[in-house]
């Protein structure tokens, strides 16, 4: 199968980008249902491309039950071996400003409610020490700093991910900045760690577009301004994003060849005997280690 790079982001992400690209829609079912969204399939500039909208057509999934599993599975049926992602953070940290993009080096869990692994009938260790790709994060470094205008990327940053779908309240939001996190979402997790099962290089593009709560705000600001404000912060972030993602395709496929070390995060992980492990198991997600069992 022609390997394709993956884009998750949000629903207006793939028309944007492939807007002068022959599209098609990727009706595909995985063993854990439907993705949020049929894939857009198409060539970015002649290269393979699968772009999916992780909250479904019209955001219509909160982020614990955005179908995590079946979109990663789905990415990875279509042969993506790397995944660009970005989504929404508030920042934790005032050097970090509202519109800043954030490329994800770290992260914190503070997810409860979702599922975490595909394989639910062998134990499969994979490493994440390192959750997402140190080889694409620089890629996306490089292709910042030849982008024109005044787009502030950061380097690397800890993601604290909550459940939600509320914001936190204040007391956490001191709690997550005294930890050390620099932008706090609700999507990278499980989405960067069912990545690593499915051996795809993973990079994250945070989008700030406030301080959390954390950062008191002005009282005499009315809630709808604020929130304008945000939906403001937003909308620039995501120009900022799609410009960065544009510049970084062409790079990642130049590295196509490489083997990153993603890309074979279950040579070690399956301790299961695999004699053991059910046909049917074996066979349901053939997809994902099949070349191991």
């Not at 394709?4 to 980008?17: T, W």
């Not at 005032?94 to 770290?106: A, F, G, N, Y």
């Not at 997810?111 to 694409?136: K, M, N």
């Amino acid at each position: 199968m022609e390997p394709r790079i993956g884009i998750i982001g949000g629903s207006g992400l793939g028309p944007e980008l492939l807007k002068d690209s022959s599209i098609t829609t990727a009706d595909v079912d995985t063993p854990f249902g439907k993705p949020a969204a049929p894939p857009l399939v198409g060539d970015w500039q002649g290269i393979p491309v699968a772009i999916l909208a992780r909250h479904g057509v019209g955001h219509t999934f909160n982020p614990t039950q955005v179908p995590y599993r079946a979109n990663i599975f789905a990415l990875k049926s279509l042969g993506c071996r790397w995944i660009l992602a970005s989504g929404a953070v508030g920042s934790l940290q005032e050097h970090i400003h509202p519109r800043d993009l954030v490329l994800v080096d770290q992260a914190i869990d503070r997810t409860v409610h979702r599922p975490r692994t595909f394989f639910e009938h062998a134990a499969v260790h994979v490493d994440f020490a390192q959750p997402t790709c140190a080889r694409l994060r620089g890629i996306l470094l490089d292709a910042a700093a030849d982008l024109p205008g005044q787009i502030s990327v950061h380097q690397r940053g800890t993601y604290v991910c909550m459940e939600g779908p509320a914001f936190s309240t204040q007391a956490e939001s001191r709690m997550h900045k005294n930890w050390g996190g620099d932008v706090i979402g609700m999507t990278l997790l499980p989405e960067a760690r069912l990545a690593r099962e499915a051996e795809i290089a993973y990079s994250s593009i945070a989008l700030a577009t406030d301080y959390d709560a954390w950062r008191p705000h002005d009282p005499d600001v009315p809630p709808t301004d604020l929130m304008l404000e945000i939906v403001s912060h937003l909308k620039q972030a995501t120009e900022s994003a799609l410009k960065l993602i544009a510049a970084a395709i062409p790079r990642v496929w130049d590295i196509r060849r490489e083997t990153l070390s993603a890309h074979n995060a279950l040579a070690l992980a399956i301790w299961s005997d695999k004699a053991k492990i059910p046909a049917a198991e074996k066979e349901r997600l053939a997809v994902l280690w099949g070349t191991y069992c």
